[in-house]
């Protein structure tokens, strides 16, 4: 959103973009569970500490410790530079349903980075997913990712697709990172007792979210939180990010050690071409993550 001009609080700028790191650790405190030369990645939430201005697009970061995770031995700078943030986003999203054994899962945007990620965790965990994406990214999301059953939003009512996929049943949890009125269908699709967690303005008109249109989508997660604790409609949850290794980043370091979470890299900018890679990005053309290379390490 910032690139844009837009942002949800006060932003001091110039600033520097990017949140998350992935890189080698050149001074740990004393005490520190970390030392010069762990090979390390996070996803920090400096970007919006006041008076900071530094972002993780820079080639040295001072990261807070808590935000910290080793990368897993045969992962790579740059594949583990993609996971933080929407892998963060997508575990905390989907650890409030644990255990997925078994369990019926709607995630909207497979091809997306926090999609993508939420695809791979529910599937480790014995899910069955259905997720919705566009024509050209059917076969990614299916044949990489794993995703059960995949849903072409373009080529009709996808909400009645996701609901003839399951023989008219309805699912255990949704995963909306679109927002929208793919939130209201999505309740709709939800069992009695199911929950749906949305991920905030995330969509393809994030650009050019208002302040006014921040205020009324937390009002309306509110809303529908509160319904949800009546019991008056599904259970949801609107998800705040913490920056937090132990909530999410750990544990998906192992699912990469065991074989059971990969990156997929669409395309890799190096520093020098940033711009391009926002511009990239707004495009909606990528398939899983895009890269900024700041120094070849590997």
């Known amino acids: 959103m910032l690139p844009t001009g837009f942002a949800p609080i006060p932003v001091k700028l110039p600033k520097i973009l990017g949140e998350d790191l992935a890189g080698v650790v050149v001074e740990a405190p004393e005490g520190s569970k970390f030392k010069e030369g762990d090979r390390v990645f996070a996803g920090t939430d400096q970007f919006f500490k006041s008076g900071d201005q530094g972002g993780t697009d820079g080639e040295f970061v001072a990261a807070d410790e808590h935000t910290v995770c080793l990368i897993p031995e045969g992962v790579s700078f740059l594949e583990a530079a993609a996971v933080p943030v929407a892998g963060l ?3 905390q999203a989907l650890e409030r349903v644990f255990p997925l054994e078994g369990k019926r899962v709607l995630i909207h945007g497979g091809a997306g980075g926090v999609g993508g990620f939420a695809i791979q965790i529910a599937k480790a965990h014995g899910a069955h997913v259905t997720t919705t994406c566009s024509s050209a990214k059917v076969d990614y999301v299916s044949k990489k ?25 309805r699912y255990d949890f949704v995963l909306d990172t679109i927002g929208g009125s793919y939130e209201a269908a999505s309740l709709r699709l939800v069992k009695r007792g199911g929950q749906l967690a949305g991920v905030g303005a995330t969509g393809p008109d994030v650009a050019r979210v208002s302040l006014l249109g921040m205020a009324a989508l937390l009002f309306n997660a509110g809303w529908r939180t509160l319904m949800g604790r009546l019991g008056l409609a599904p259970k949801y949850h609107f998800v705040m990010t913490e920056s937090k290794a132990s909530r999410g980043l ?28 926002h511009e990239y990005l707004e495009q909606g053309r990528a398939r899983g993550k895009v890269g900024i290379l700041i120094k070849a390490m590997d």
């Open 89 to 91: 986003t997508a575990w």
């Open 250 to 277: 750990e544990q998906i370091a192992e699912l990469m050690r065991e074989g059971k979470f990969k990156v997929h890299l669409d395309r890799v900018f190096p520093l020098e071409e940033l711009a391009q890679a």
């Open 145 to 169: 990712l794993g995703a059960d059953v995949v849903i072409d939003y373009t080529k009709g009512p996808w909400e009645a697709a996701a609901r003839e996929s399951l023989g008219g049943e």
